[in-house]
């Protein structure tokens, strides 16, 4: 399963956020689903083979998020936020980024197999002076 560290803004809100470690995609679209779509930001994977046990997970996500009263609307009883966003019998979460639409946020370089490291540029050189012209004596180490 992947793992990426985020910024959740609260409600959506860029005054209000906090800073998530280890979040698995199942609970990142549980927080767009409580925050909106915007709420997480600044996604940084950190792990992509990690080892968690789905139902450990999904009962976890239940404990934390499931905290709606079942009271029935309209005579039925309304789906848990986990029925609801993970549905069926087998209670299948999702374990990549590419299976919410993150997928391109997963274009890192994996390092010993479990962490991933960011892409980056070489910063150039800096240039140098062109052949004949002395820097000021200021400027030499």
């Not at 767009?32 to 968690?52: F, S």
């Not at 374990?95 to 070489?122: A, C, N, S, W, Y």
């Amino acid at each position: 399963m992947e793992l990426v560290d985020l910024t959740l803004r609260l409600g959506g809100s860029m005054m209000h956020t906090v800073n998530m470690h280890r979040v698995s995609p199942a609970e990142i679209l549980i927080l767009r689903d409580e925050h909106g779509d915007d709420a997480c930001v600044d996604i940084r994977p950190v792990e992509l083979h990690a080892r968690v046990p789905e139902m450990e997970l999904w009962n976890k996500l239940a404990a934390k998020y499931d905290n709606s009263a079942n009271f029935p609307v309209n005579g039925e009883i309304p789906k848990s936020k986990m029925q609801r966003l993970f549905p069926g019998a087998l209670r299948a979460l999702p374990k990549t980024l590419q299976e919410i639409g993150l997928g391109h946020l997963v274009g890192g370089v994996v390092q010993d197999d479990r962490t991933m490291l960011p892409d980056f540029e070489p910063t150039p050189p800096l240039p140098t002076a062109p052949a004949g012209i002395e820097p000021p004596e200021d400027m030499e180490d």
